[in-house]
Nanobody, 114 residues
Framework: QVRLVESGGGLVQAGGSLRLSCVAS????????MAWYRQAPGKQREFIAS???????NYADSVKGRFTASNDNAKNTVFLQMNSLKPEDTAVYYC????????WGQGTQVTVSS
């Protein structure tokens, strides 16, 4: 099992930025895929971004051009830079290590005020 520790959530006004971090207990170079998901109140958890150990990324349409996922393999860490935040981005954000199934972080609250 891969254990993940997230940080960086908080309260920000619309148009602002936040940077989320996720530190893994295993070398992320050996993990198939790292990903970010979010879950808004009353909604299902949704995929927002992924990043491979080689730095290849994929994004949901809702965040393309605003969010950037990246990795620092030496520190077993992945990041999610969130710019131009909107109130509809308000959710609990989860890091996932897709390695023998989904291994989830504890989640961090992101609240965007209007």
């Amino acid at each position: 099992q891969v254990r993940l520790v997230e940080s960086g959530g908080g309260l920000v006004q619309a148009g602002g930025s936040l940077r989320l971090s996720c530190v893994a207990s295993e070398s992320i170079s050996r993990i198939n895929l790292m990903a970010w998901y979010r879950q808004a109140p009353g909604k299902q958890r949704e995929f927002i971004a992924s990043v491979t150990g080689g730095g290849s990324t994929n994004y949901a349409d809702s965040v393309k051009g605003r969010f950037t996922a990246s990795n620092d393999n030496a520190k077993n860490t992945v990041f999610l830079q969130m710019n131009s935040l909107k109130p509809e981005d308000t959710a609990v954000y989860y890091c996932a290590a897709i390695f023998n199934g989904f291994n989830w972080g504890q989640g961090t609250q992101v609240t965007v005020s209007s």
